[in-house]
């Protein structure tokens, strides 16, 4: 079955403790992303890559760190996270570059006290 | 910056009430999608739109691609608690490329038993 997976589903973190949210997809997708959704702020890109090793900032990039060392994989790093990154993230991938149909996973819902 | 602005942002009508909900920009597009998302689960597409004008069917949604590909409409016919969800469109923008979709900031429906 073609899908986008995300872990964890749901996390609740410290200010300041390092966590990485996992993101996979068996599609051989070239372009992968990560979106934060916030009530009244809709869905907003943080990062994007096009292919492996390339990767760009979207709109909200502060506080987060991406990577793509494989085709399949496109993990978010929160380093340092805080309060404000209190949101719900969605991985997405798609064929080519994000003008195309976009595959979302399930979400992580990541709360940080 | 392009924007989407749809409206309304919350709708909550009983079963088999038909509605439209919109999706206006003062940017032209060059095409334009529409997901779905269920509580706790990623947004969903349901159809791309691509030239001005354009009527789509899904069932009984109708999408329709403005003339001066700067807006859409989705139509529900008798409406269906099925039909609950957020509706998000999403713009592509004039040149595509990586970052080149932007997607607004939904329309919560609710349909009413």
């Known amino acids: 079955e073609a899908q986008v997976t995300q872990n964890p589903r749901y996390l609740i973190t410290v200010t300041g403790k390092k966590l990485t949210v996992t993101c996979s997809q068996n599609m051989n997708h070239e372009y992968m992303s990560w979106y934060r959704q916030d009530p009244g702020l809709g869905l907003r890109q943080i990062y994007y890559?096009?292919?492996?090793?390339?990767?760009d900032k979207g709109d909200v990039p502060e506080g987060y760190k991406v990577s793509r060392k494989e085709k399949r994989n496109f993990p978010l790093i929160l380093e340092s996270p805080s309060p404000n990154q209190t949101s719900l993230y969605f991985c997405?991938?798609?064929?080519?570059?994000?003008?195309?149909?976009?595959?979302f996973g399930p979400g992580t819902r990541l709360t940080v006290t | 910056t392009q924007l989407l602005e749809q409206s309304p942002q919350f709708l909550s009508i009983q079963e088999g009430e038909n509605l439209t909900v919109y999706c206006n920009s003062s940017?032209?597009?060059?095409?334009l999608q529409w997901y779905r998302q269920e509580p706790g689960e990623g947004p969903v597409l349901l159809v791309t739109v691509v030239t001005g004008g354009e009527v789509k069917k899904l069932k009984r949604l109708t999408f329709q691609f403005g003339d001066a590909r700067k807006d859409s409409s989705l139509h529900i016919t008798a409406a269906q608690p099925g039909d609950t969800g957020l509706y998000l469109c999403?713009?592509?923008?004039?040149?595509?490329?990586?970052?080149?979709?932007?997607f607004g900031k939904g329309t919560h429906l609710i349909i009413q038993p």
């Open positions: 890559s096009m292919n492996v090793e390339v990767t």
């Open positions: 997405a991938s798609s064929l080519s570059s994000g003008t195309y149909e976009q595959y």
């Open positions: 940017s032209v597009f060059s095409s």
């Open positions: 999403a713009g592509v923008n004039l040149g595509g490329g990586a970052d080149g979709l932007t």
